[in-house]
């Protein structure tokens, strides 16, 4: 190979960055190699990487578990004393479709959270 060019590195921030935008709504592989001028079997790699990534260590796939958000009025007959049953309780985390996690208090505001992932989703 005398092509005269060497291989291109990428920097995981590159490859953040490419792999998300393969994974927004109505994005293909495909559309975002050629407008970057990446191989697709190398963009294929980087997202079967970071789904493994993703499932942490082993290759365990996380267990994920049904959420009900409730309205306000129900959250405050479920809690009489008005103060939240789990204050001491470890943050529950949210990770959105896009790769973005939220931490938030068992306490939060569920309509305050759904409109806070919605924004975060766009």
Do not use: F
């Not at 921030?13 to 109505?26: D, I, N, Q, S, W």
């Not at 949210?94 to 938030?104: A, F, H, K, P, S």
């Not at 306490?107 to 806070?116: I, K, Q, S």
Request: glycine content about 8%; charged content about 25%; some cysteine.
């Amino acid at each position: 190979m005398t092509r005269g060019e060497g291989r291109r590195s990428y920097t995981p921030e590159e490859k953040v960055r490419l792999v998300a935008e393969t994974l927004r709504p109505g994005a293909s592989v495909q559309a975002v190699s050629r407008r970057h001028g990446v191989c697709s079997s190398l963009l294929h790699r980087w997202r079967r990487d970071a789904r493994a990534e993703a499932r942490g260590p082993g290759g365990a796939v996380p267990r994920l578990l049904p959420v009900r958000l409730m309205t306000p009025e129900v959250a405050a007959a479920a809690e009489p004393s008005g103060k939240p049953a789990d204050g001491d309780a470890p943050p529950i985390e949210i990770v959105l479709r896009n790769g973005r996690v939220l931490r938030v208090s068992p306490a939060t505001d569920p309509a305050a959270l759904a409109r806070l992932a919605l924004a975060l989703e766009a």
